[in-house]
């Protein structure tokens, strides 16, 4: 993958450059804001964002447009709907043309970090334009880590603009001193600004993981066989791993979930919800399809994961594979049940 990263400014592009080095997704940062106003604005973020991705050698194009004449043309007409109808398009229009032209198969935007923009409406215009220009269109909800950049930022002593960018929401800040943050999606959490809970690839070592691991598969034969081929990941918190998960790949457009299991006094906060929405992210740019083989049991949990496809049941799968009865709770496990996520689609896990 090779990923061009809109950017409107150095503190939003902090959380979204270490998350996706964190995933080993190195961005290239393309500035393009003809929307932010009045000059000395403009020049001040541009000039923060040049020192900063120099800082931390991110490689950054900077693409000069300082538009007022034209942007007051383009939105005079209706205000209320100037970001929908002209800054969130021009600007991710211009990163894809740019992206197509230069080699680039991928691109998001540091928009998506904020929760004062209209976050759906980003996504919305994004993946049309993406569409249009052949190009996948990279999404995470960097908005989990918005209070963490921001202090990151401080700490660094970069420049932190007051409004969003155009002289009409620099109008709106001085018409209201109680700006509230808009409403998010229930359920939604900002990571703390101390990282509590991290997501990461083990490439050594796997075996550490082999006695968790076994709480969900009591085959340590054939653990250790998808453990050679597939890739692991681990969620800690704290510091401590309180879940892991195995994935292997099946052939070009298929992936399979082959085991995801939570430490016991752990269980029912929501980590492996957590680890799923991190895998999907992790493999829709690459991948079609992620399958789960599971009990009975554990089937309504899957489905609410977005594995809402029946894919097949093999008989007797635990039966044959396993030496000793398994039980799931008071379910004898007997049969595995197969569904399928479609990660094309940008399904939430709920």
């Known amino acids: 993958?090779?990923?061009?990263?809109?950017?409107?400014?150095?503190?939003?592009?902090?959380?979204?450059?270490?998350?996706?080095?964190?995933e080993e997704i190195e961005p290239t940062v393309y500035w393009y804001?003809?929307?932010?106003?009045?000059?000395?604005?403009?020049?001040?973020?541009?000039?923060?964002?040049?020192?900063?991705?120099?800082?931390?050698?991110?490689?950054?194009?900077?693409?000069?447009?300082?538009?007022?004449?034209?942007?007051?043309?383009?939105v005079i007409g209706d205000l209320e709907n100037r970001c929908m109808n002209y800054c969130y398009p021009?600007?991710?229009?211009?990163?894809?043309?740019?992206a197509k032209e230069n080699g680039y198969?991928?691109?998001?935007?540091?928009?998506?970090?904020?929760?004062?923009?209209?976050?759906?409406?980003?996504?919305?215009?994004?993946?049309?334009?993406?569409?249009?220009?052949?190009?996948?269109?990279?999404?995470?909800?960097?908005?989990i880590g918005f209070r963490e950049g921001q202090a990151k930022a401080r700490e660094l002593g970069l420049y932190m603009q007051k409004y969003c960018g155009c002289i009409f929401s620099e109008e709106s800040r001085y018409l209201s001193h109680n700006q509230?943050?808009?409403k998010l999606p229930?359920?939604?959490?900002?990571?703390?600004?101390?990282?509590?809970?991290?997501?990461?690839?083990?490439?050594?070592?796997?075996e550490q993981y082999i006695d968790l691991l076994l709480e969900a598969d009591p085959s340590k034969e054939m653990i250790n066989q998808y453990l050679s081929i597939g890739e692991l990941f681990v969620l800690t918190y704290k510091d401590e791993?309180?879940?892991?998960?195995?994935?292997?790949?099946?052939?070009?457009?298929?992936?399979?979930?082959?085991n995801i299991v939570t430490k016991e006094n752990y269980r029912g906060k929501g980590y492996a919800k957590k680890m799923i929405k991190y895998l999907v992210d992790n493999y829709k740019q690459k991948y079609n399809k992620m399958l789960v083989g599971t009990t009975e049991n554990n089937i309504p949990f899957y489905v609410k994961q977005g594995f809402d496809k029946y894919e097949k049941t093999i008989k007797n799968y635990f039966i044959d594979t396993a030496d000793e009865e398994i039980k799931d709770g008071d379910l004898h496990c007997i049969d595995m049940y197969y569904y399928s996520k479609d990660l094309i689609k940008n399904n939430e896990v709920k």
Not at 15 to 22: G, Q, T, V
């Open 105 to 143: 198969d991928t691109f998001t935007t540091t928009l998506l970090v904020s929760p004062y923009q209209n976050h759906e409406g980003i996504c919305e215009v994004a993946e049309r334009i993406a569409k249009n220009y052949d190009l996948k269109f990279l999404y995470r909800d960097f908005r």
């Open 33 to 74: 804001n003809p929307n932010i106003h009045p000059y000395i604005e403009y020049k001040t973020r541009r000039d923060t964002l040049k020192e900063y991705t120099k800082s931390i050698n991110v490689e950054a194009i900077f693409q000069e447009e300082y538009g007022l004449d034209k942007f007051c043309k383009n």
């Open 186 to 206: 229930e359920s939604f959490e900002f990571l703390p600004v101390k990282h509590l809970i991290n997501i990461k690839k083990e490439r050594e070592n796997k």
């Open 241 to 258: 791993p309180v879940c892991v998960s195995v994935v292997t790949k099946i052939d070009n457009d298929i992936i399979e979930l082959k």
């Open 90 to 98: 021009i600007r991710l229009e211009q990163t894809a043309k740019y």
């Open 1 to 22: 993958m090779k990923l061009l990263m809109h950017t409107c400014c150095a503190p939003c592009s902090v959380y979204c450059i270490d998350s996706l080095r964190k």
């Open 180 to 182: 509230k943050m808009p």
